[in-house]
């Protein structure tokens, strides 16, 4: 999704359509390029070298961007009065829908975002950490609302071909700097850059330490297991690169992985849970299995109930997939991708689903195996001592343990004194 966005925002900054099939070659290029240099720096530096350039691109871009809401604003061809404004700043239903259907599957993705756990991993301590996503969410926030206040001045200053889809929202932000000079267009092209190859690389070194941390466990030395892992990475960009030279839609592409991520983020982060709550059981490995299929089935029977049979691109017209597999791209609203309420109800129910039916079939798990229910089924060849740190439940009852130690420990001190 990131190398399509970046590879349909040069597009349109320099005039070329990317419609046109004849364009292919353009766009590609310019993916391969962002994939080939992440990949290129993240392979020498690892998790440091992608943590560095973040910190770089960061200011790079809070500068640029500084600097473009200051001549974009300035520009007179972007004044607008007050009830100009108000046309693009309504309260309507489908934007309170496609609100709650954004805040869902955002959550639902990032959960399962390794390049975020990762930063949680290299965290100096927790306070750290803490300060670290403070800070970062309040960044993430004001980049968030300045996109979006550009975006609601240039749907206000030309609503008419907003509204009968000669413009597309999505685009807005830069339909708003088009009046400015090529210096400015070049700007924007090294902000959206920066933006991309950040995402890029931190994607690339989360896969890479999954990938090589399993390889170790596995006994393989380190020099193998990364050198092995930076030819997996090519691997993975090669399909990668191929899907962002056919143009999907770049937040149908998003809504598709965050919709398999709702299958899942209950079932697997139930697993926190560790003992039975009251008539809650912690669940078992085979509960979140069924649990995850459950949030998939109800994909499924939400497309049949909807009558959905292909996923149609409401831009293009094309057919994206047929059968009932084509209800995960949800292709529910022409107005856009996050819009309508069975895109948002469905993603509402999904998670619900999953989580009710890891509990429901861990429950008939321990009552049908008991607690060898509660015992991994799918074991890791990995040394004892960090085996530990995976089993929850054996962390849980040694850090009980210690704590019964030393409680005693104390008893007896001060008996003797």
């Given at each position: ?5 970046i590879s349909?925002i040069?597009?349109?900054?320099c ?26 720096y ?53 934007g ?48 968030m ?5 550009m ?24 339909d708003?700097l ?89 079932p ?19 509960g979140?299995?069924?649990?995850i ?9 939400n ?40 895109t ?34 799918f ?25 019964i ?6 008893k ?6």
């Amino acid at each position: 999704a990131e190398l399509t966005a970046i590879s349909n925002i040069f597009g349109l900054v320099c005039n070329v359509n990317t419609f046109d099939t004849t364009t292919i070659n353009y766009t590609t290029s310019i993916a391969v390029s962002v994939a080939v240099f992440t990949w290129f720096y993240t392979s020498i530096a690892g998790l440091p070298g992608s943590l560095v350039t973040d910190k770089f691109q960061a200011w790079l871009m809070f500068i640029l961007i500084f600097i473009l809401l200051l001549v974009a604003c300035t520009n007179p061809a972007n004044q607008l009065t007050k009830e100009e404004f108000s046309v693009a700043s309504n309260w309507t239903g489908d934007g309170a829908m496609a609100a709650v259907t954004l805040i869902i599957a955002v959550l639902c993705a990032e959960m399962f975002n390794q390049a975020t756990w990762q930063r949680v991993w290299a965290a100096k301590d927790v306070p750290a950490m803490r300060k670290g996503f403070a800070w970062g969410s309040f960044s993430v926030f004001l980049l968030m609302m300045f996109f979006g206040i550009m975006g609601m001045i240039a749907f206000a200053l030309d609503p008419e071909n907003y509204l009968i889809y000669n413009k597309f929202y999505y685009l807005a932000f830069f339909d708003l700097l088009a009046p400015l000079s090529q210096f400015w267009h070049i700007v924007v092209l090294i902000v959206c850059t920066a933006l991309a190859a950040s995402t890029v690389d931190s994607v690339q070194t989360a896969i890479a330490s999954c990938v090589s941390s399993d390889f170790i466990r596995y006994g393989i030395p380190d020099k193998w297991a990364t050198f092995i892992t930076r030819v997996l990475l090519i691997v993975i960009n090669v399909p990668a690169v191929i899907m962002s030279s056919k143009r999907f839609d770049v937040l149908g592409l998003f809504l598709v992985a965050d919709l398999v991520c709702a299958t899942a983020v209950l079932p697997v982060f139930l697993g926190l849970i560790t003992k039975d709550i009251g008539a809650i059981p912690a669940p078992t490995e085979l509960g979140a299995f069924l649990g995850i299929w459950s949030g998939i089935v109800a994909v499924l029977v939400n497309g049949k109930v909807l009558g959905f049979n292909e996923a149609v691109n409401p831009i293009t017209g094309e057919v994206i997939a047929t059968g009932p597999w084509s209800y995960f791209w949800l292709t529910n609203s022409t107005q856009c991708a996050l819009c309508g309420s069975t895109t948002m109800v469905t993603f509402i129910v999904t998670p619900l689903v999953a989580g009710f039916f890891t509990l429901f079939f861990s429950k008939i798990d321990i009552r049908l195996r008991g607690e060898r229910a509660r015992k991994p089924i799918f074991l890791m060849a990995q040394p004892e001592e960090e085996a530990k740190n995976y089993n929850l439940v054996a962390k849980d009852e040694q850090e009980e343990d210690g704590d019964i130690a030393m409680e005693e420990t104390n008893k007896s001190r001060d008996e003797v004194a």
